[in-house]
């Protein structure tokens, strides 16, 4: 059973920054791809960013050039620093991984930038 532990939301001000981490725990060998999804209300969750165990990266344009996903492998720990942030970033972050071809989440963590 693969378990999911999220940390580092909070409430910031509109150009302020916050760091996400992710840790999964478990028999876990090897995780493929690692990344952060989020939700804002009335909305569908979309991608932030993903990277994979090379790490090989994908953002989301809305993020580009504000955020950065980064992994610490022995840790099987995804972080998400994220710099610069705007009130439409405000949303519910979760953390998914894909672990022997199965989808695992989060239970979310809540980010809210004040205008």
């Known amino acids: 059973q693969v378990h999911l532990v999220e940390s580092g939301g909070g409430l910031v001000h509109s150009g302020g920054s916050l760091r996400l981490s992710c840790a999964a725990s478990g028999s876990i060998f090897s995780i493929n791809t690692m990344g952060w999804y989020r939700q804002a209300p009335g909305k569908e969750r979309e991608l932030v960013a993903v990277i994979t165990n090379g790490g090989r990266t994908n953002y989301a344009d809305s993020v580009k050039g504000r955020f950065t996903i980064s992994r610490d492998n022995p840790k099987n720990t995804v972080y998400l620093q994220m710099n610069s942030l705007k009130p439409e970033d405000t949303a519910v972050y979760y953390c998914?991984?894909?672990?022997?071809?199965?989808?695992?989440w989060g239970q979310g963590t809540q980010v809210t930038v004040s205008s």
């Open positions: 998914n991984i894909n672990y022997v071809g199965a989808n695992y």
